[in-house]
């Protein structure tokens, strides 16, 4: 089984920049020709796709609110996931999640991930 776990997180100015990483232990093997994705949800709010990677990383895909702001990276020898936030806003507020699904099909749908982490807070003040 393998466990995915969020760093990076805290607070940060509007126009500041934060850098995410996910980490994946246990059966990393598990982490083989997967998809991974981020996502963050506010308190009183949906969950929201934020952007996915394919295993190769030449698959992206971003939610238009973060495009041109944030980028998605990998290294699978390090087993670990990415999320570069620039130029960041105040509603950019949220916990963010990173999760994985196997296959190469990036997607936006929170319910084709099988593996999530516990999530890491990012504030953002105006």
């Known amino acids: 089984q393998v466990q995915l776990v969020e760093s990076g997180g805290g607070l940060v100015q509007a126009g500041g920049s934060l850098r995410l990483s996910c980490a994946a232990s246990?059966?990393?093997?598990?982490?083989?020709?997967?998809?991974m994705g981020w996502f963050r949800q506010d308190p009183g709010k949906e969950r929201e796709f934020v952007a996915a990677?394919?295993?190769?990383?030449?698959?992206?895909d971003y939610a238009d609110s973060v495009t041109g702001r944030f980028t998605i990276s990998r290294d699978n020898v390090k087993n670990t996931v990415y999320l570069q936030m620039n130029s960041m806003k105040p509603e950019d507020t949220a916990v963010y999640y990173c999760?994985?699904?196997?296959?190469?099909?990036?997607?936006?749908?929170?319910?084709?991930?099988?593996?999530w982490g516990q999530g890491t807070q990012v504030t953002v003040s105006s």
């Open positions: 999760a994985g699904k196997f296959g190469n099909i990036v997607s936006s749908i929170g319910a084709d991930y099988s593996t």
């Open positions: 246990g059966r990393t093997s598990g982490t083989i020709n997967t998809t």
């Open positions: 990677i394919s295993w190769r990383g030449g698959s992206r």
